[in-house]
């Protein structure tokens, strides 16, 4: 993701630590959402080792720029608890599968 190489080296491995353990996403119907989750033993695990240094408990950690059929639409990217969870998007977007369908640019990284 574009949001990691804006970030500081400190941040950007910890973006990478917890986005390789992450392994259910769930996308809002309205597609203004997308929630990020490690699931382990059936339960939504949060007790990363490496968290972000985050007060307040929650923080935007980037705001990027999805670029896809044409359309590009801001997003915010979120840590709740120093732990990488949300993606809000500033309109609702259509599904896509294949990578080569979009592009992620950043605007700003916070960290």
């Known amino acids: 993701m574009a949001a990691k190489k804006s970030l500081s080296p400190s941040a950007a491995q910890i973006f990478e630590a917890q986005l390789n353990e992450m392994n259910d996403v769930r996308r809002d119907p309205d597609g203004l959402e997308t929630l990020i989750y490690c699931i382990k033993r059936g339960r939504s695990f949060r007790d990363f080792a490496v968290k972000f240094p985050v007060s307040p408990e929650e ?8 670029r896809y ?5 801001p997003v915010a990217v979120w840590a709740v608890n120093g732990v990488l969870f949300r993606l809000e998007f500033a309109e609702a977007i259509e599904k896509f599968d294949v990578v080569s369908d979009y592009t992620v640019e950043t605007s700003v990284a916070y960290l």
């Open 69 to 73: 059929f044409g359309r590009t639409v």
């Open 59 to 66: 923080l935007k950690l980037a705001d990027v720029e999805i």
